[in-house]
């Protein structure tokens, strides 16, 4: 029988998880500088964490099973609920702002392509009881320091405000659940479903083109003024407008101005309610958008008070995706700095204590476990990066030593077995 992963899913081997380990390390420290702290959820909900709102599209791609007490449950598609829950179990008497970031695996049912996995993992965050638009401007300023701390290079940030459509759509009437509806189908960017669907829930023609109009608006600042005209006679919807100019000019004091202003972003999740963002890199493809958040209300859906949440999440995989196509190599750590070789199988033993000895002090040590000659134990030890190997024979024992080996140079010398860890140390840190 050969054993298959389910579709989908991916396994990580050593350099893999090396560099993921070094981009996720870099990451989370830029979260960390900006007050962040990390949270973590179980890996299942209940059900009803994510069919409540995050929208038609999520609940189709959940992974959902009841388990042996017949309860519903389902494997995370994404974190914002979760932390939602967190914040109305745990946090609601805590200080304002609340700012949690988050890195783990997201379950979605979806057809498999490149960049598109049924596991997959999000570095996230949730700033809960902040202001608009000072938050999202924080918040956005801290997605795109991320992207230049690890050197990643031709992003773009599109930033929208979902208050200006659904102004359009709340002056027509139109029920929330038909707006969700609206927006599922603006965020596939399909302009002929959309059509349909604006005649189907019977919305004025004037107003159904000028959804229409701005959903294939994008640019610079500039184009604000030209929105403006546009929905001049949209009260609310020129509210949201004026909220996206208020955190361009915001944007600027955060030392940003590298956006465009993109009123088709409609995001896949229902929650969202005013700014909202998505980080695109073309050289990706179909799956271009390498992070997406803004601000929600999912609280108060829960039944919690009114507080304002902005939120954004990396997806970990594509980022990685993109590191790799633009050839950046993190740098990663060989597997060794030492080895540790028994030149004779009498003195395995006395090996074994000296690696003790050396790991102890944190250095990656490595001790001969399958009784290999000394030829073959120093080709091994080349292959695993090992700089040094640490010479164990019976004669140098006798006199209270052990030889040491650079690898890089071939020299050798004898050092006495007690200061051997901190010769060791010293030697790498002189590399460095
Ligand atoms: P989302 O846009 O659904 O937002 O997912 C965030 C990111 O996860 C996407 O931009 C994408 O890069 C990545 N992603 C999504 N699905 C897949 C997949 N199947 N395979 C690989 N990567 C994927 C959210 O999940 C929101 N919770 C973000 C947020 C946080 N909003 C507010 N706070």
């Given at each position: 029988?050969?054993?298959?992963?389910?579709?989908?899913?991916?396994?990580?081997?050593?350099?893999?998880m090396?560099?993921?380990?070094f981009?996720?390390?870099?990451?989370?420290?830029?979260?960390?500088?900006?007050?962040?702290?990390?949270?973590?959820?179980?890996?299942?909900?209940?059900?009803?964490?994510?069919t409540?709102?995050?929208?038609?599209?999520?609940?189709?791609e959940?992974?959902?099973f009841?388990?042996?007490?017949?309860?519903?449950?389902?494997?995370?598609?994404?974190?914002?609920a979760?932390?939602?829950r967190?914040?109305?179990?745990?946090?609601?008497?805590?200080?304002?702002?609340?700012?949690?970031?988050?890195?783990?695996?997201?379950?979605?049912y979806?057809?498999?392509?490149?960049?598109?996995?049924?596991?997959?993992?999000?570095?996230?965050?949730?700033?809960?009881?902040g202001?608009?638009?000072?938050?999202?401007?924080?918040?956005?300023?801290?997605?795109?320091?991320?992207?230049?701390?690890?050197?990643?290079?031709?992003?773009?940030?599109?930033l929208g405000?979902?208050?200006?459509?659904?102004?359009?759509?709340?002056?027509?009437?139109?029920?929330?659940?038909?707006?969700?509806?609206?927006m599922?189908i603006?965020?596939?960017?399909?302009?002929l479903?959309?059509?349909?669907?604006?005649?189907?829930?019977?919305?004025?023609?004037?107003?159904?083109?000028i959804?229409?109009?701005?959903?294939?608006?994008?640019?610079?600042?500039?184009?604000?003024?030209?929105?403006?005209?546009?929905?001049?006679?949209?009260?609310?919807?020129?509210?949201?407008?004026?909220?996206?100019?208020?955190?361009?000019?915001?944007?600027?004091?955060?030392?940003f101005?590298?956006?465009?202003?993109n009123?088709?972003?409609?995001?896949?999740?229902?929650?969202?309610?005013?700014?909202?963002?998505?980080?695109?890199?073309?050289?990706?493809?179909?799956?271009k958008?390498?992070?997406?958040?803004?601000?929600?209300?999912?609280?108060?859906v829960?039944g919690g008070?009114?507080?304002?949440?902005?939120?954004?999440a990396?997806?970990?995989?594509r980022?990685?995706?993109?590191?790799?196509i633009?050839?950046?190599?993190?740098?990663?750590?060989?597997?060794l700095?030492?080895?540790?070789?028994?030149?004779?199988?009498?003195?395995?033993?006395?090996a074994?204590e000296?690696?003790?000895q050396?790991?102890?002090?944190?250095?990656?040590?490595?001790?001969?476990?399958?009784?290999?000659?000394?030829?073959?134990?120093?080709?091994?030890a080349d292959?695993?990066?090992?700089?040094?190997?640490?010479?164990?024979?019976?004669?140098?024992?006798?006199?209270?030593?052990?030889?040491l080996?650079?690898?890089?140079?071939?020299?050798q010398?004898?050092?006495?077995?007690?200061?051997?860890?901190?010769?060791?140390?010293?030697?790498?840190n002189?590399?460095?």
């Open positions: 029988m050969e054993l298959q992963k389910p579709r989908g899913t991916r396994d990580f081997l050593f350099e893999e090396k560099e993921r380990k981009v996720e390390k870099t990451m989370k420290k830029v979260f960390e500088t900006y007050g962040y702290q990390e949270i973590k959820t179980p890996i299942f909900e209940d059900l009803s964490l994510f409540l709102k995050s929208g038609e599209g999520i609940i189709e959940i992974y959902h009841q388990d042996k007490g017949g309860r519903d449950l389902a494997l995370r598609p994404e974190l914002t979760p932390v939602a967190i914040y109305l179990n745990q946090l609601q008497k805590s200080p304002k702002p609340i700012k949690m970031y988050y890195f783990g695996s997201c379950f979605r979806e057809r498999p392509q490149a960049g598109r996995f049924r596991q997959f993992w999000q570095l996230g965050c949730e700033l809960i009881g202001k608009s638009p000072d938050c999202e401007a924080e918040i956005i300023a801290l997605a795109s320091h991320c992207l230049e701390e690890l050197k990643l290079e031709d992003y773009q940030i599109h405000n979902l208050g200006i459509l659904r102004g359009i759509l709340n002056q027509e009437g139109v029920s929330n659940h038909q707006q969700d509806q609206i599922a603006v965020d596939k960017g399909d302009v479903e959309l059509k349909k669907l604006l005649k189907e829930f019977k919305i004025d023609e004037k107003s159904g083109n959804l229409l109009e701005l959903i294939g608006m994008h640019g610079h600042r500039e184009i604000i003024d030209d929105v403006k005209k546009i929905i001049a006679d949209y009260p609310s919807a020129l509210e949201s407008l004026e909220e996206l100019e208020k955190l361009l000019t915001m944007l600027e004091s955060f030392g101005r590298d956006y465009l202003v009123l088709g972003i409609a995001r896949g999740l229902d929650y969202y309610t005013g700014c909202v963002f998505e980080i695109y890199v073309e050289g990706l493809g179909a799956q958008q390498i992070s997406g958040g803004g601000t929600y209300n999912l609280i108060e829960f008070e009114k507080v304002e949440s902005t939120g954004f990396f997806g970990f995989d980022v990685m995706e993109v590191l790799k633009q050839k950046t190599k993190p740098p990663i750590k060989s597997r700095e030492v080895f540790v070789a028994p030149i004779s199988p009498e003195t395995k033993l006395n074994f000296i690696a003790q050396i790991r102890k002090k944190g250095i990656r040590t490595d001790v001969e476990l399958v009784g290999r000659k000394l030829k073959k134990i120093l080709s091994f292959n695993s990066g090992a700089r040094f190997v640490v010479l164990v024979g019976a004669r140098d024992l006798k006199n209270g030593e052990i030889t080996k650079d690898m890089r140079s071939g020299n010398e004898q050092i006495p077995i007690e200061t051997i860890a901190d010769v060791l140390i010293q030697r790498i002189s590399l460095k």
